[in-house]
């Protein structure tokens, strides 16, 4: 019954990286792991349930935020390796310091220039005193 599951070269740790794209603008939102358990409880759900490595147990992207990243649709690369889950994110942040995406930084010159706004202070995003999920 998950036969899809197998066609997905896992690494080392049973971990594949999967990438969350708005669904409607195409923009990269931000980049999480998954593992077997978190895809399948994923498109059980149809919302991001990504693997957090840091804290070792299951993330449901906006549990704390508020942030859900509603599943429309899931790509698999060529090579079986990346994913590619594209999303509505909801209240429009993906990112935990307040900001639409996580990629909000850009190499100009040398150096790291930020060029995306914070749209919400993260501590009105997270009540807990830690800055992210």
């Known amino acids: 019954m998950n036969d899809w599951l197998d066609e997905i070269h896992w690494n080392a ?6 990438i969350a794209q708005d669904h409607a603008t195409g923009r990269v939102l931000m980049m999480a792991w998954m593992n077997r358990e978190s895809l399948t409880l994923t498109v059980a759900e149809q ?16 549990e704390e935020s508020g942030h859900v990243q509603k599943l429309h649709e899931l790509r698999l690369d060529c090579d ?10 909801l209240g429009g942040i993906a990112c935990h310091t307040g900001r639409e995406s ?4 850009v190499y100009e010159d040398g150096a790291w220039k930020t060029v995306d706004p914070v749209l919400k202070d993260p501590d009105a995003i997270y009540h807990t005193g830690h800055s992210h999920e």
């Open 80 to 89: 079986a390796d990346v994913i590619i889950l594209r999303v509505e994110q």
């Open 47 to 62: 919302r991001a349930i990504y693997w957090s490595r840091s804290r070792g147990k299951l993330w449901r992207k906006g």
């Open 13 to 18: 740790e049973g971990l594949v990286p999967a």
């Open 102 to 105: 996580c990629f909000y930084r």
